[in-house]
Nanobody
């Protein structure tokens, strides 16, 4: 069974940076598209960023584009989210997810829809104070 574990969350002041990491088990991890999503209190889950299996394709939500960078190290079975210039509105629980769809794998595509992902981590809290 594929297992994903997030780490790196914490409490920081506005303007600071954090780096989230997601470590996964499973020998096929390096073929999966990976995504980061977040959910703030009282709000719906929203897409943050995604990266294709090869790392050659990325997608970002408009709210984080230019501030966040998603990357992966397939040799280490990890995907990371570098978050810079953090704002209070970035406060949320951040979730790592993996997509095992074969057709998207062949297109090297990372989807932005949460319903497309098959495996999820437990989440890590990010709190940005003003």
């Amino acid at each position: 069974q594929v297992q994903l574990v997030e780490s790196g969350g914490g409490l920081v002041q506005a303007g600071a940076s954090l780096r989230l990491s997601c470590t996964t088990s499973g020998r096929t991890f390096n073929r999966y598209a990976m995504g980061w999503f977040r959910q703030a209190p009282g709000k719906e889950r929203e897409f943050v960023a995604a990266i294709s299996g090869s790392g050659g394709g990325t997608n970002y939500a408009d709210s984080v584009k230019g501030r966040f960078i998603i990357s992966r190290d397939n040799a280490k079975n990890t995907v990371s989210l570098q978050m810079n210039s953090l704002k209070p509105e970035d406060t949320a629980v951040y979730y790592c997810a993996a997509d095992n769809d074969l057709l998207r794998l062949r297109r090297d595509y990372a989807p932005p829809g949460a319903d497309e992902y098959d495996y999820w981590g437990q989440g890590t809290q990010v709190t940005v104070s003003s």
